[in-house]
C-alpha cells in the first residue's frame, strides 16, 4: 500500500474486539477530553476506542486513565501535520486492523456521546458517509457561536451541497462516519500528504457523494461551552482559512490524478 502517513508511536491498550472504531481526535484538551471518554467508557463494548494525539503535552493522556476508561489504542504523531494528518494516521491504522468502519470525533467534549449508536446503525445498514448534524430533526447545537452558525448555513454547507450534489446542512461537524469500503475504493485515496489540516473532512463529504457511495445525516447534539470556544479555529483568519480549503476541495482539488 503506498500510503502516506505521518510518523506517529502506537500504544496498544486492550486487543481488537468490535467490528468498528471510534476515533478521537486530541490535542491538549485536558479535562474536555477525560470527561467525554468517561462517558464513552460504559458503551465501549459496542466499539473499539481508538484516541488519536496530535502531540498533547497536557498529561490528559496518561495510559492507566485510558485503560480504565476501555481505550483500544493510543496513537501519538510525531510527524508534521494537523487534523487531517492525524485522521490519515487513526483511519490508516484501523483499516490495517481491519475495522469495517470509523466513527470519527473531535476529543473536546462538545459532541453527545448518546448519539454513537446511530452512526454504527447506518453503518451496519450499508451508508458510507454518515454526516452529523445539529440542523436535522432531533438535532440541536447548544450555545453556537454565532460567526459558526451563519457560517455553517449561509456559506460552508450550502458550498460543499452545491459541489457534492447532496443536501448537508452541518458540514463543519467533525461527528462522521466512514466504510471501509469508502475509505479503501482507488478513487478515493485519503491517505494522502495534501491532507493536512481540514482538507480531508470536506474532501470525503464531497467525493463520497460524487461518486455515488450512501451518504446520510443523523441528528446530534453539539453543545459549546459557554465563554471561550474549544475551538482550534480562531478569529477572522482562521474562518478566512477555511472558506479557501472550502473552496479548493469545491474545485476538486484534492481529487485523485
Known sequence: MDWQIPEYRAERLAPKASRYGVCIFVINEGERVRGQLRKMAGQSRFWDIVVADGGSTDGSLDLPFLKD????????????????????????FAMNDNYEGCVVMDGNDKDDVGALPRFIEKLEAGFDHVQGSRYVPGGKGVNTPLLRHWGVL???????????????TDTTNGFRAYSRKLLLDPRIQPFRDCFQRYELHYYLAIRAARLGFKVCEVPVIRSYPKGEVPSKIKG????????????????RKYDPT
Do not use: E
Open 69 to 92: 476508561m476501555g481505550v483500544t489504542a493510543l496513537l501519538t504523531k510525531t510527524g508534521p501535520g494537523k487534523l487531517s494528518a492525524q485522521m490519515r494516521m487513526a483511519l490508516a
Open 154 to 168: 449561509l456559506l460552508h454547507a450550502p458550498l460543499i451541497s452545491m459541489a457534492a450534489g447532496f443536501r448537508y
Open 236 to 251: 477572522w483568519k482562521g474562518n478566512a482559512a477555511i472558506l479557501q480549503t472550502v473552496i479548493d476541495c469545491c474545485l
